[in-house]
């Protein structure tokens, strides 16, 4: 039974509610699995790279504490209380524990189980569930967001955010949460309201390839102008795209949160977008969408309809600086400025960790000429981003902000490239908080601006 109906049956709702709450525990449905709890030997060599160990500095609150915990709640040691449920949220699920691990544990299967377990039992406050009924009901949903993005473009247009950010009234009269937002909200401009690619777009020259492109829930929203590039970086270089109309979001928001029902729901819907168009490949040039869509044959392995299909999808999916590496840049590219440019890619956890890519975008910035590659120091820890982690753990998210700029801008150098929308909104924000003008951009942004002969300002 869930804990809500067990609340409505009790006739004295604050004498039982501590009751209730010390009670609580995974249900019976895929709780995270005892045999990767047990392949963990507790050594250690994950917490350094934890990010939120190295800023909670609690050993519940790193990868080896959440395993522990998972071990006593399935163990009915401890219950699934407020207070741990806070441990699990804390994760941000950046995966760089998986790639330490000396003993492969799999802690993204294990966190992915109790986050849905968390989502299933853990009752949450009022407020806190309210907001995630917010993100979940709009953040997927491209046209609903572009309703609530209305009166936020005047916002902006008036002058009005620059008023109150200045005057500090939002930092004094806004819950933290949607201060949080607000603060990586950025500038709207009238192309966010509408998709303007058309279904096929030609390649330039002899075809090579038929790509289908995943635009993103929110990356077309916030940032259409890496879409766009993106598409002309891919046609210069002989790919015919194809832009399914139907496409909505891919499902990572909601399973990087533990919301099985809508991820199945919208990965499902993502499969159908893109069925039956003979494609070589489906790319995407956001991290966290293309770690999911890797993984759809895994989330709807028990989907008799779907689980076949899920698998194929999958195969042909890859993050666009993946397949371009892979096929090779043929177009012909120009230094994006007369002196050396040095650049400082930024690794999106999701890309690196989960996706484990990170030498294909160096191997295409450094085709352009005149190109510098620069690494920072801790160039494997997240920024903070994290999906909606920056708004669900703002201060959390808000320190790893600060550190991964100031780590960046130490390198000296004049760009950054990120390839997740989720880091760029991180990053840019940051960059505005220390008062830094470096140049941030997408590396499809990047290219197309080499490819295309654009010089930068
Ligand atoms: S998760 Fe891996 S690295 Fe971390 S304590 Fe367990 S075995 Fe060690
Ligand atoms: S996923 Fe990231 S934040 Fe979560 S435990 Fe692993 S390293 Fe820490």
């Not at 209730?20 to 507790?42: G, M, R, W």
């Not at 504490?65 to 699934?80: F, K, S, T």
């Not at 804390?90 to 989502?119: K, M, N």
């Amino acid at each position: 039974m869930q804990v809500s109906e067990q609340i409505s049956d009790q006739p004295n709702f604050d004498q039982n509610f501590d009751q209730i709450l010390s009670t609580v525990t995974f249900d019976s449905k895929n709780p995270p699995n005892p045999e990767l709890i047990d392949a963990c030997v507790h050594c250690g060599f994950c917490l350094s790279t934890c990010p939120s160990y190295r800023v909670i500095g609690k050993e519940t609150d790193s990868p080896r504490g959440r395993i522990y915990l998972m071990d006593g709640i399935n163990e009915g040691d401890i219950p699934l209380s407020p207070a741990i449920a806070g441990h699990f949220d804390s994760c941000l699920g950046c995966l760089a524990c998986v790639t330490t691990c000396p003993s492969g544990v799999q802690y993204d299967q294990l966190i992915e189980a109790t986050r849905a377990q968390v989502e299933r039992n853990h009752l949450r406050s009022l407020p806190e569930k309210l907001l995630r009924q917010f993100i979940f009901s709009t953040f997927p949903y491209p046209n609903r967001l572009r309703v609530l993005l209305a009166p936020l473009l005047v916002y902006q247009k008036l002058g009005l955010q620059k008023l109150l950010r200045s005057t500090g009234w939002l930092e004094q009269f806004l819950p933290k949460q949607i201060k949080a937002m607000e603060s990586v909200l950025p500038t709207l401009t009238t192309q966010a309201f509408q998709d303007t690619l058309p279904e096929l777009i030609a390649a330039k020259g002899e075809r090579r390839y038929r790509v289908g492109m995943l635009l993103g829930c929110v990356q077309r929203v916030f940032l259409p102008e890496v879409n766009n590039a993106t598409v002309r970086v891919l046609t210069a270089n002989g790919c015919e795209v194809v832009v399914p109309k139907l496409q909505g979001c891919c499902g990572a928001l909601s399973h990087h949160q533990g919301q099985e029902a809508q991820t199945l729901e919208l990965a499902k819907q993502t499969i159908d977008a893109f069925a039956d168009l003979n494609l070589d490949a489906v790319v995407i040039n956001a991290s966290g969408c293309g770690h999911t869509l890797k993984e759809y044959g895994h989330i709807l392995k028990d989907d008799p309809h779907y689980a076949e299909k899920a698998k194929l999808f999958s195969a042909k999916v890859k993050d666009v600086q993946e397949f371009l590496d892979k096929v090779g840049l043929t177009a012909k590219m120009s230094p994006l400025q007369e002196q050396p440019l040095t650049i400082a890619y930024q690794d999106a956890c999701h890309m690196l960790h989960g996706q484990k890519i990170s030498l294909e975008p160096r191997r295409l910035l450094r085709q352009i000429p005149n190109v510098q590659l620069r690494e920072s120091v801790d160039a494997s820890l997240c920024c903070g981003s994290a999906g909606i982690y920056n708004i669900l753990q703002p201060e959390v998210g808000h320190e790893l902000g600060e550190q991964k700029v100031t780590n960046l801008t130490d390198t000296g150098a004049q760009l950054i490239a990120s390839a997740n929308v989720g880091c760029i909104t991180q990053i840019r924000k940051h960059l505005q908080l220390q008062g830094h003008k470096t140049l941030l951009m997408h590396p499809m942004e990047i290219l197309d601006y080499s490819i295309r002969g654009q010089k930068l300002e």
